[in-house]
C-alpha cells in the first residue's frame, strides 16, 4: 500500500533514525553546527530519538536548552534515557505537543524540523506557530527527504512558510533532502 505522506514514523522505528550508517551520511554537528551558539536557545521540533537534539544540546553548552518537540511520548522516552546516559538532561526539556498544535510559550533562536514537516497534517498553522515564536533574528531550518516530499510540495511548504511571515535566507544543500533556511520577515 502506498506510505500517506502525512503518515506519522512510529516509534518502533526510531532506530532507522538514529544509528551509525546515518551519522556517516548525515552529520548533525555538520548540519547544524553553523547556525547555533552557546547559550541559545533551540526547538527540535518532531525530535524522533532524538539525532539532531543529543547535537545540539552539547553545542548550545551547559547555558543553552533544546526544547525537543514530539507528538510520541515514546519516542521522547528514547531521547531522555540517551540524554541521561550522555549527561546532557539539565539541557533538554522534552515537549509532548498535540498534532495540530506545539504548545511551547519560550522564543528560540533556532528552530528545526529535519524530516517531519511532510508528517504534519496541517502545516499551515503548524508555521504560523513556528513563525510566532522566533525571535527577530532567529532562524529556522527545514529539511525534507526527497524521496518523500516533491520538489511542488516543497515549495508548496516553501509558500505556506512566506504567508506565515518567514522568508528565505538560503537553500542549503544536500544530496538526498529539500532544505531552506528562513527567517522571520524584518
Ligand atoms: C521521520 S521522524 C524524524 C525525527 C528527527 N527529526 C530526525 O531527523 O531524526 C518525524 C518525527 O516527527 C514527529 N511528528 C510528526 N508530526 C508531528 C507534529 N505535528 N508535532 C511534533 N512532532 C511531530 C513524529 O512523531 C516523529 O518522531
Known sequence: MEKKST????YQRAWTLDNWIRKLLQNPYKIVGEYIKEGQVIMDLGCGPGFFSLAMAKLVGE???????????????????????????????????????????????FALAFYMVHEVPD????????????????????????FHVSKSNFDNTLELARSAGLEQVSEPKFSFDRAVLLKPVS
Do not use: T, W, Y
Not at 507528538?71 to 509532548?96: C, V, Y
Open 123 to 146: 502545516k499551515k498553522s503548524f508555521l504560523i506557530e513556528v513563525a510566532s515564536h522566533l525571535k527577530p533574528d532567529g532562524r529556522f531550518l527545514i529539511v525534507e527527504p526527497k
Open 63 to 109: 547555558k543553552g536548552k533544546v526544547i525537543s518537540v514530539d507528538i510520541q511520548d515514546e519516542m521522547l522516552q528514547i531521547l531522555r534515557h540517551k540524554s541521561e546516559l550522555k549527561g546532557l538532561n539539565s539541557r533538554i526539556i522534552f515537549h509532548k505537543a498535540q498534532p495540530g498544535k506545539l504548545g511551547i510559550s519560550e522564543m528560540v533562536d
Open 7 to 10: 503518515e506519522v514514523c512510529p
